[in-house]
Structures are given as C-alpha cells and as structure tokens.
C-alpha cells in the first residue's frame, strides 16, 4: 500500500499549489484540519491541528511518507494566535513525524525571520536572524525545532519561503492588497505602504515544485533551504506594473516612510538551493505583474511569460 503525504494549509495560497502538484505527482494525498480544501484527488481528515495528541493519533494510524506542516495564520494576526498556529500546531506534527520510520518532516519558514537584519546582500540559511514580528518570531523558532530535529538524526526539513506570487493571493500581502483594490468595480484610488524597498518574488507555482521534490526527494536535504528566485524586485515597479496591466483607471497613492527608516532588500541566497540541484528562473517585472493579476495559469513556473502579457 502507497504510504500518504499528510499536510496541513492544503487550503491556502501555497498549500492548494502544493497538494495540486502531489496529486499530479500521483502521490495519495491527506489534508488534515478545519478547513476542507475543494481540491480534487485530495481526502480530507478534520482535526484539531494544535492538539499534540490527535496530531500523533492521526501520523500513527497513517504513517505517512511525509508530513507537510503549511498552516499558518496570516502575518497581521496577534501573538497568541501565532504560538498556537504557527508554531504549535507545526511542532506538534514535528514529533509525531519523527516517531514514524522513513516519514520526512517539511516545515516552511519565511523570510520574516530575518526582520530588520542590517543588510541589503543576498541572504543564506545562516545569515543573522532578527525577527521583529510574532510570524517571524513564531517562523524562527520553528526553523530552529526542525534543525535541532535533524542534528539528532531526524528526518527534517525548513523551507524558509521568500514571496510566493500567483492568482488569489492572500489580501494581507502587498500585492494581494493591490489586486483586491483593483477588482472593487467602484475604486478610484489603490493605496499602499511605502515602496521603497526591494523583496525577492517567485511564483507559487514553483514554490509548490520544490516543495514536492525536497518532500519526496530519496536522500535527506538540508535542514534549512532558502527558497527563493535570487533576484530582487523593486516594489514600486512592481506595483507600478500590476496597475497598468489592470488596465484600471485609478489613483496611486503610497504612504510615506518615517525619515528613521528605510526600505529593505530582502533577496534569497539560493547557493545551497543549486547545489541540490534545484533552481528557479527570476521572472522579469511584467510577467510577475501578469502573474498577480491571475492572467496567467499558475501550473508553470514560466506562467507569466512574454506571450501571456497583456498588449
């Protein structure tokens, strides 16, 4: 008998691109939680995701081949919801997953964790970590379980996700925001944060890739890789592009930063990601634009190419 995937987050931005690519990957696929994700091929277990008990009950009669943990509550939530979602509900699936023989354990990080690190150079695995939000701080603490995990010769593995891009992105995100302004049929106005910064896109298609092949790859990987494309993008341009693909006739207005702060380069270090043998192709601004705005599939990592822009 095919031994399952088990994930949580099978209903979220990244989760229904990755439980989407294990399905085609013929991988049995089980969501566990509250949330039932409309996807097809994919079976269902309703739980308690931050129960420590009913996490273990389920790995246990399962025994899957890989545990998956992609819930998370979103960035702007409170502190208590993020130590209970973000980082209790995944490091109760990590104990489990090491009490099952062959069951790898995939964990997702985030770029968060690096918070306001002083510096605009690529970021490795290693570099300094000053998380300066409770996701970040919820993100780090996580990464930090996988990789004492793997120091004692467990099976586990942090993906720490950089900004995934595709249709239906999530509306706490900068550019979930712009679309969902967008699509208000009577907005005159889009409105965001400052800009003035540079983060490092790839979409969510080729997120859920390399999630899959690190999942279900035959030899252990690393206990942290960052994924990321390696290029950073300007905001303001990125913005800028989403607004005239829309074709929308609004205002833009970004609000001002504080003179005290400035804008970030958060950009992947993606050396280690290649030596795996795994890489993602930077798209240019337009095509991550075209990507946003859902004019695009978001079954290849190349969805937002040249013949898809919008003329």
């Keep these: 008998m095919t031994r399952p995937v088990l994930m949580t987050g099978a209903s979220g931005f990244v989760g229904r691109a990755v439980a989407a690519r294990l399905v085609a990957a013929g991988a049995t696929v089980v969501s566990l939680g509250r949330s039932v994700p409309a996807l097809h091929g994919v079976r269902h277990l309703d739980a308690d995701i931050g129960d420590a008990i009913e996490a273990r009950a389920v790995v246990d009669r399962l025994r899957p081949r890989a545990v998956l943990a992609l819930a998370s509550a979103p960035p702007p939530a409170a502190d208590d919801i993020h130590e209970t979602v973000t980082l209790g509900a995944a490091l109760a699936l990590l104990a489990a997953a090491q009490t099952v023989e062959g069951c790898r354990f995939v964990g997702i990080g985030s770029a968060a964790e690096y918070g306001s690190a002083e510096t605009d150079a690529p970021l490795g695995e290693d570099a300094l970590r000053l ?23 467990g099976d586990a593995v942090g993906l720490r996700l950089f900004a995934a891009i595709g249709p239906d992105m ?10 969902r302004q967008l699509r208000a049929p009577d907005r005159t106005v889009v409105r965001t944060g400052a800009l003035d910064g540079w983060r490092d896109y790839l979409p969510v298609a080729a997120v859920a890739r390399l999630t899959v092949a690190l999942a279900l790859a035959p030899t252990r990987p690393p206990a942290w890789i960052n994924v990321g494309s390696g290029r950073a993008t300007a905001l303001r341009e990125l913005v800028a592009a989403t607004l005239r693909f829309s074709g929308r006739a609004v205002e833009f207005r970004e609000a001002e930063r504080p003179e005290t702060a400035r804008g970030r380069c958060i950009v992947a270090d993606v050396t280690r990601l ?11 601004v337009a095509d991550l634009a075209v990507l946003a705005l859902g004019m695009a599939a978001g079954d290849d990592d190349h969805a937002g190419s040249e013949a898809l822009r919008p003329s």
Excluded: F, N
């Excluded at 409770?134 to 930090?144: F, S, T, V």
């Design 274 to 284: 290649k030596s795996l043998g795994h890489a993602v192709d930077p798209l240019p």
């Design 131 to 153: 998380p300066a939000s409770a996701y970040g701080r919820a993100k780090a603490q996580l990464m930090d379980m996988i990789a004492e995990a793997a120091s004692s010769g």
């Design 170 to 179: 999530p509306t706490h995100s900068l550019l979930g925001s712009v679309v």
